[in-house]
């Protein structure tokens, strides 16, 4: 287990449609983050999950996303019907500690 | 106004240079300070991390926090080509109850170290 990964690295999809991702923390980490990133910005906190529980949502979490970690292990993170704004980098992180994040590579976005 | 602010640069310096990044932050709960390097096209990398206020020093890397003036650094000395990415502050606030532990990042700033 050599870090976090994410799944896939790249998705262009059509305005409407939905999309899935993919975060496989490190094993041993009970916390997992989402986060996003549009370009030139920092990362924008999206969702947070202690084991399989979401304890907070960001007011940036509209109705069309939706994340899920079922049993405390990965995590999933779905967005409906697309819009050209929803197109950035998705990172998840994950901890154990309050000593920082190990985050993954991210998904990058694109609708069209 | 955002609860931190960084100065999206560019900086670009000679290689061997030392270099400065800054952050300033409004909000006094945080207590967790954390640089991170990104590279392009790739996820942050945890740098140095201090808790409350002072210095800490890692190799070529140095931190400082103080809170007083809600003001971090980083420092770089005898700065590398390889040394060229975007680098991010982020805050958290001290841990309690309700405290998730989420980060509060900076917009980064963009080095680039000449050879």
């Known amino acids: 287990d050599t870090g976090v990964s994410q799944n896939p690295r790249h998705k262009i999809t059509k305005r409407g449609q939905n999309v899935t991702f993919r975060c496989d923390p490190i094993s041993e980490h009970n916390r997992l983050y989402w986060y996003r990133q549009t370009l030139g910005q920092g990362p924008e906190f999206l969702t947070y999950f202690q084991n399989e529980a979401q304890l907070e949502k960001s007011r940036l979490l509209s109705d069309r996303f939706s994340a899920e970690r079922p049993k405390g292990s990965f995590s999933t993170l779905e967005i409906q019907r697309t819009e050209q704004g929803d197109s950035a980098m998705y990172l998840c992180a994950s901890s154990n500690s309050d000593y920082g994040y190990t985050f993954g590579s991210g998904t990058r976005l694109t609708v069209v | 106004q955002k609860e931190v602010e960084q100065d999206p640069g560019p900086l670009s310096v000679p290689e061997g240079a030392i270099v400065s990044l800054n952050c300033t932050y409004s909000n006094s709960a945080f207590q967790y300070f954390m640089w991170y390097r990104q590279y392009s096209r790739k996820g942050p990398e945890l740098l140095m991390y201090t808790y409350s206020s002072g210095n800490k020093e890692d190799g070529r890397f140095t931190a400082q926090v103080d809170k007083s003036s809600k003001y971090i650094s980083l420092f770089i000395r005898d700065s590398q080509p390889s040394d060229s990415a975007t680098y991010l502050c982020?805050?958290?606030?001290?841990?309690?109850?309700?405290?998730?532990?989420?980060?509060?990042f900076g917009q980064g700033t963009t080095l680039q170290v000449k050879p």
């Open positions: 982020a805050m958290s606030a001290r841990r309690g109850s309700s405290n998730t532990g989420k980060l509060i």
